[in-house]
């Protein structure tokens, strides 16, 4: 087994500004801080991100308890140990409870060291986790995200110009007041477009019959209408939807899915990797969902290329079957931090997966000095 020593761990902050900002029903995002960790063993560098918002919108953790964890907790427990394998990382930082995000970004920067120093991409050392029998994909179904529009007209617009792009699924944010109507209209103008809507937990279990109203409008999936944390009340919505319902914000490990699969409490799962602790997690989730032949996607955190490139590559496994929140670096960043961007294949809606070893995109360093910056600019409140 190849393996790595841990010299030094550096957290770089930067403030990257949205090319379109998104709002959801807990928000708006128009600049994104980011923390990316940047892990040196030996001659490598490793590379990770975490995904932490500037308040607990999506999930508790911020850029605040991120930077706090990160430094006097997690950043310690790894330096100057040595390391096979993610798992091994992990045991490593287990005594931290929770924060997720945190975790993930130094996992990530792992994963990056552990395939460079086996001379592979990411996607293979992946694959390798757990038994899979079929192979890994090299380019990867992908969709686009819509936020919550100021009018119905400017939201027809914007799908317009995405389906005018090549993106062959369309996930629209909805919200109480902005969902009935809006699927409506979408659906009238575009009878036959692949689409799904993502509530971000802004219902309740007493809007069961309002949702069921949706049910109509052929969506693939509604996703995470109620609580943040909720299985079981999901379980007592999905009987009174023909929609499927897919949880994102309630699932931080496996046993999550096992669970919300025995409660029936969805039909499809978003697996982000941030968001359940890391790749090695990740895996954990695709494995369960592949062994049961539940329907799978990888969600987004509007990363940037490091943590887009993580996304792509666990994309490539063969259990994630529904296109992925992952779109081309052009509707996020111009530019981005990493080189070169992710160019959407608008023949299929798919997006290439990194070949070169590592993550296989090259993180560019002077750009990274320009955004960290702009860091004062945006979040003085975090220094
Ligand atoms: O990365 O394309 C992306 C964004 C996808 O809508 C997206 N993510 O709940 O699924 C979700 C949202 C969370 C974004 S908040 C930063
Ligand atoms: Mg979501």
């Not at 050392?125 to 400017?154: C, F, H, M, N």
């Not at 943590?307 to 530019?335: C, E, K």
Request: proline share 6%; net charge negative.
């Amino acid at each position: 087994m190849t393996a790595i020593t841990i010299d030094s761990i550096r957290l770089h902050r930067v403030a990257m500004p949205l090319v379109e900002p998104l709002r959801t029903s807990f928000g708006l995002e128009a600049v994104r801080p980011v923390v990316l960790a940047e892990m040196r063993a030996g001659e490598r560098v490793g590379w990770g991100e975490c995904v932490a918002g500037e308040g607990p919108g999506y999930s508790y953790e911020t850029i605040g308890t991120a930077q706090h964890i990160l430094t006097h907790y997690l950043i310690p427990k790894l330096v100057g140990q040595t390391v096979s394998s993610a798992a091994e990382a992990r045991r490593l930082m287990a005594g931290v409870r929770g924060h997720p995000n945190a975790k993930a970004a130094l996992e990530g920067a792992i994963w990056d060291l552990l395939a460079q120093a086996r001379g592979v991409a990411l996607a293979d050392l992946l694959w390798e986790r757990y038994p899979l029998t079929k192979p890994r994909r090299d380019r990867v179904l992908v969709g686009v995200s819509i936020g919550i529009q100021p009018t119905i007209d400017a939201t027809l617009a914007i799908i317009e110009k995405r389906l005018a792009e090549g993106y062959g699924r369309i996930k629209l944010k909805i919200q109480p007041g902005w969902d009935v109507e809006l699927a409506a209209a979408v659906r009238s103008a575009y009878p036959d477009i692949c689409l799904m809507l993502d509530a971000n937990s802004a219902y309740t279990l007493d809007d069961a019959d309002h949702l069921a109203k949706l049910d109509r409008f052929n969506l693939l999936m509604l996703e995470q209408p109620l609580g943040h944390d909720d299985i079981y009340e999901h379980s007592k919505l999905q009987p009174r939807l023909q929609t499927p319902i897919c949880l994102d914000e309630s699932i931080h490990h496996a046993n999550d899915v096992r669970l919300a699969l025995e409660l029936k409490a969805c039909r499809i799962i978003n697996l982000k990797p941030p968001r359940v602790g890391g790749l090695d997690e990740a895996c954990a989730v695709h494995k369960v969902c592949y062994d049961e032949g539940v329907p799978l996607w990888i969600g987004g955190m509007l990363e940037t290329g490091i943590g887009r490139a993580q996304n792509l590559a666990i994309a490539s496994l063969p259990g994630v079957t529904l296109p992925s929140d992952l779109s081309a670096t052009n509707r996020y960043y111009a530019p981005d931090i990493t080189e070169p961007p992710f160019v959407l294949n608008r023949e299929d809606s798919t997006i290439a997966v990194p070949s070169g070893v590592g993550i296989g995109v090259e993180v560019q360093q002077d750009r990274i000095a320009t955004f960290a910056g702009r860091w004062n600019d945006y979040f003085p409140a975090w220094m």
